[in-house]
């Protein structure tokens, strides 16, 4: 998995900076290390973000889209339209029953032979849609739970109800499901969203 760390630079796009903090040295991986991290008979599509809550996946992935001129779809917005808001969901039928909604969502968005998909942040939970994944081109988001905060304030999300600790522990027990299944990561706690984007879409034409 390819790591690319944050630069310093003021985000954009409504994203207020996380406080100000040391980053973590990121380890250095070559061009070369990079390429070998994807298998040459995966394809390039669908291209699929995955990631905590509110680490931006859709945000950056409908950028991403937009520029490759390929079609962008949400899981989360899909289960929306078809059953309603995610809250609801689970206040009256629970988590499981929201799961299950989920890896159908998912099955069907990647099918799609060419586009660009975001998932939601415990979509990999599933060993199908894992498996589904290990067939595409993933891209791996990151944050902080200072950043969540400030991205969050007004936000009605069912597990991001309890604060950022439990933001913090839910991200804690995914984040090896994430890393076994990336293609590349990017941190998105301080960088612009249009960076981001951008340092995406460059990544994934040199693939092509």
């Not at 600790?165 to 998105?188: G, N």
Request: glycine share 4%.
């Amino acid at each position: 998995m390819l790591f690319l760390s944050p630069d310093a630079s003021r985000p954009a796009d409504g994203w207020p900076a996380a406080p100000a903090r040391t980053p973590e040295p990121a380890p250095a991986v070559s061009p070369v290390t990079a390429e070998l991290t994807r298998a040459t008979d995966t394809p390039l599509y669908p291209l699929v973000f995955i990631g905590p809550m509110a680490s931006g996946k859709s945000k950056i992935g409908r950028r991403v889209a937009r520029t490759l001129r390929v079609p962008f779809i949400d899981t989360d917005k899909d289960i929306v339209a078809a059953h309603g808001p995610i809250t609801e969901i689970f206040a009256r039928h629970g988590e499981e029953h929201f799961r299950e909604l989920e890896r159908a969502a998912v099955a069907a968005a990647l099918q799609r032979e060419r586009a660009v998909v975001s998932l939601g942040g415990g979509a990999v939970l599933d060993p199908a849609t894992r498996d589904d994944l290990r067939r595409a081109t993933v891209v791996s988001l990151s944050t902080t739970a200072d950043a969540v905060r400030n991205r969050t304030k007004n936000a009605k999300r069912p597990l991001l109800a309890a604060g950022p600790d439990a933001w913090q522990r839910i991200y804690d027990e995914r984040r090896p499901l994430y890393e076994a299944l990336a293609s590349i990561h990017f941190d998105t706690s301080t960088r612009p969203v249009d960076a981001i984007a951008a340092d995406i879409v460059k990544w994934v034409r040199k693939q092509s």
